[in-house]
């Protein structure tokens, strides 16, 4: 069964960070692109990174360049979101999901929350 | 303010037809592909729609999708109520090296 399962969030304070991972099973993670969305409380879905194949290209949303950092290891089909300098505009269910291009998200985790309050 | 424009909601009876618009740009819509996914209460989005027209395996024909210009639309007939929930469409802006996603459209089958 082709799954993602993300794993990491939690409360943290701004100015903090915190480290996502999503564990992929039942395709070859090493052939697709992943990628997070993320979907603030009540609010809709957006993109937040994308990472090739082979982790040599990333994209950003303005709004997370320079403190988020997207990454994968292939060898343990795990795909990664290091997020630094936390803010409260950045609380949102994180889900990760599998790009078969085109823009195209064909599988999603279950997501994880991320709340960032003092 | 989304890049790509939908109406916040629409509304329809069971049994009746619904379109979902999605307005964009030259750098997104009209260059790249749109995507739609479903998103029901509580749950993770689920794709509906992609390269425009496409549907994956498994979701029913009575969800069609086109592209014309500067806009894409998202069809639903004969709704059903389990149809409730919110509808996104995505693209790929050109302009911004990012994907877009629609403000998102809750859908309401009375």
């Known amino acids: 069964e082709v799954q993602l399962v993300e794993s990491g969030g939690g409360l943290v304070q701004p100015g903090g960070s915190l480290r996502l991972s999503c564990a992929a099973s039942?395709?070859?993670?090493?052939?697709?692109?992943m990628t997070w969305v993320r979907q603030a409380p009540g609010k809709g879905l957006e993109w937040v990174a994308s990472?090739?194949?082979?982790?040599?290209?990333?994209f950003y949303v303005d709004s997370v360049k320079g403190r988020f950092t997207v990454s994968r290891d292939n060898t343990k089909n795990s795909l990664h979101l290091q997020m630094d300098s936390l803010r409260a505009e950045d609380t949102a269910v994180y889900y990760c999901?599998?790009?078969?291009?085109?823009?195209?998200?064909?599988?999603w985790g279950q997501g994880t929350m991320v709340t960032v309050s003092s | 303010q989304s890049v790509l424009t939908q109406p916040p909601s629409v509304s329809a009876a069971p049994g009746q037809e619904v379109t979902i618009s999605c307005s964009g740009r030259?750098?997104?819509?009209?260059?790249?592909?749109v995507s739609w996914y479903q998103q029901l209460p509580g749950t993770a989005p689920k794709l509906l729609i992609y390269?425009?027209?496409k549907r994956p395996a498994g979701i029913s024909d009575r969800f069609s999708g086109s592209k014309f210009g500067t806009s894409a639309t998202l069809g639903i007939t004969l709704l059903q109520t389990w149809d409730e929930a919110d509808y996104y469409c995505?693209?790929?802006?050109?302009?911004?090296?990012?994907?877009?996603f629609g403000g998102g459209t809750k859908l309401t089958v009375l």
């Open positions: 390269e425009n027209d």
């Open positions: 999901a599998r790009d078969r291009g085109e823009n195209t998200f064909d599988v």
């Open positions: 030259s750098s997104n819509i009209v260059s790249n592909s």
């Open positions: 039942g395709f070859t993670f090493s052939h697709f692109w």
């Open positions: 995505a693209s790929w802006d050109n302009s911004l090296s990012a994907s877009v």
């Open positions: 990472i090739k194949e082979d982790g040599s290209e990333k």
